[in-house]
């Protein structure tokens, strides 16, 4: 039976150790210059993207080419979902070309139904509500910092975007203490919230103060303030979010050991100084590697089972 990755509580607890395992093993594996598990030979992987991107596109081509498969970059001039054809009628034709297909878009819902009606995996590479795949590439990346990824506070500082609902996500899956430090006008999504706290497993606080976020943290966390598709909004967010930014000030009150992570691209200024990101505490480009090795071990989980 086919299995896709559209969030992270796709995966059990006990599988997400097992993605994370292997994606260390895999990393490990290519620095030795060993191959990757071979699963995707003989497939070719759909790349949909409505979206630009570095990391994605460049670590989901990379990765399905180390597995052993090859992929075709698609757009939205190629192929406009449920406007110039229906979610289904894509999904049905793709499955006969494709062994796999991952999308990057916009609305979460168009992802949901491509899943549906598809007979091959779906990766949700990212929507407006979700971001899966870099989760659980940074959890892999808290994991080779402390040498595990459970009880551990964690500090997502900003906008209540599809990052912070993955957090929440995953926070329903891993023992974790999670505070979200945003403004009343920037909150995640409220169902998202109600999950995550009536999951029972980890500590949820919503904060407006930043120092009441951060305090003895051991992972602080931040994104972009207004993502694609809201850049309009980017001086209001500016206005609502600026007492949020990730500086050396703020560090301070956290953990002395404590790890800072942006999911890139950073507005570096904005939402984290330069002095922050490019200092000693910033693990931000080995979790940009690390995009590679988890997208690796998920469709590794994928099709191996």
Request: hydrophobic share 40%; net charge negative; with cysteine.
């Amino acid at each position: 039976m086919k299995r896709d990755f559209l969030a992270l509580t796709d995966f059990s607890p006990e599988e997400i150790r097992e993605v994370l395992d292997r994606a260390k093993a895999i990393k490990n594996d290519r620095k030795k210059g060993k191959d990757a598990p071979q699963v995707l030979k003989n497939r070719t992987a759909a790349l949909i993207f409505h979206k630009p991107s570095l990391r994605t596109r460049a670590s989901f081509e990379v990765g399905v080419r180390e597995l052993g498969g090859s992929a075709v970059y698609i757009t939205d001039k190629e192929i406009s979902i449920g406007k110039r054809e229906s979610v289904y009628d894509v999904a049905q034709v793709m499955s006969r070309y494709f062994g796999l297909i991952c999308i990057r878009t916009f609305a979460h819902d168009t992802v949901v139904e491509l899943a549906e009606h598809s007979t091959v995996p779906v990766v949700n590479m990212l929507t407006d509500l979700l971001h899966p795949c870099q989760v659980i590439s940074d959890l892999l990346t808290i994991f080779e910092h402390f040498g595990k990824f459970e009880d551990l506070k964690i500090a997502y500082m900003g906008d209540g975007n599809n990052l912070a609902n993955s957090w929440l996500k995953a926070s329903g899956r891993i023992k974790m203490d999670l505070r979200i430090g945003t403004s009343p006008e920037t909150m995640p999504d409220p169902e998202m919230v109600r999950e995550a706290q009536s999951a029972g497993i980890s500590r949820i606080t919503i904060t407006h103060d930043p120092v009441e976020a951060v305090e003895s943290a051991d992972v602080i966390y931040g994104d972009v303030w207004a993502s694609m598709g809201e850049k309009h909004l980017e001086e209001e967010k500016k206005n609502l979010l600026k007492d949020f930014q990730i500086n050396t000030r703020l560090l301070s009150h956290a953990d002395s050991g404590a790890i800072v992570m942006h999911c890139l691209p950073a507005n570096r200024g904005q939402e984290i100084t330069d002095e922050v990101m490019d200092g000693p505490q910033s693990v931000i480009f080995d979790q940009a590697e690390n995009r590679l090795h988890a997208q690796k071990a998920v469709l590794v989980k994928l099709f191996e089972g």
